[in-house]
């Protein structure tokens, strides 16, 4: 399973131009295109201990990187501020890739979101979801129910500190 924060809580701001841009980002955990089984266009994708340490990283969508970069190799490696902040783009995705939306420009790391430690101590339901795949010769009723075990599980742990 992998995580991504909602829309509304990935939007950024392209700075270090001379005009400011809003751009519509994916916030996602290290593991996200390796649980979507999409490698990328070019360059890499995330890993775990980047995830862990919450590195300024991006992944940039095709369209994205042919209108910035001009569809140049030499994007990987480059630096493109966001929110203030200097990422290293390190791939460029497909260009039939679109996920979780066509509006997303880049993918950043979750962990790398200054509200990140907030995230893991409170309770912010919308804050994000969960996705996931199916392995092989599990339906998706067998998957359902496993998940439902676990969420019960957490649940009782959960109030049982409170």
Do not use: Y
């Amino acid at each position: 399973m992998a995580l991504v924060f909602r829309p509304a809580a990935a939007e950024v701001t392209l700075t270090g131009t001379n005009e400011s841009e809003q751009i519509q980002a994916a916030k996602v955990s290290a593991n996200f295109f390796s649980v979507l089984g999409v490698p990328p266009f070019l360059g890499r994708s995330f890993s775990s201990g980047e995830g862990e340490r919450g590195d300024p990283l991006a992944v940039l969508s095709h369209g994205f990187w042919q209108r910035h970069f001009g569809s140049s190799p030499d994007a990987i490696g480059e630096s493109l501020e966001i929110d203030g902040i200097n990422s290293t783009v390190i791939g460029i995705m497909p260009p039939d890739f679109q996920f979780p939306s066509k509006d997303v420009q880049f993918w950043l790391l979750n962990t790398a979101d200054s509200r990140w430690p907030r995230f893991t101590v409170i309770r912010l339901a919308d804050a994000f979801c969960g996705i996931g795949r199916l392995k092989p010769n599990v339906t998706f009723e067998q998957a359902q129910a496993e998940m439902s075990t676990i969420a019960c599980r957490l649940a009782r742990a959960t109030v049982s500190r409170d």
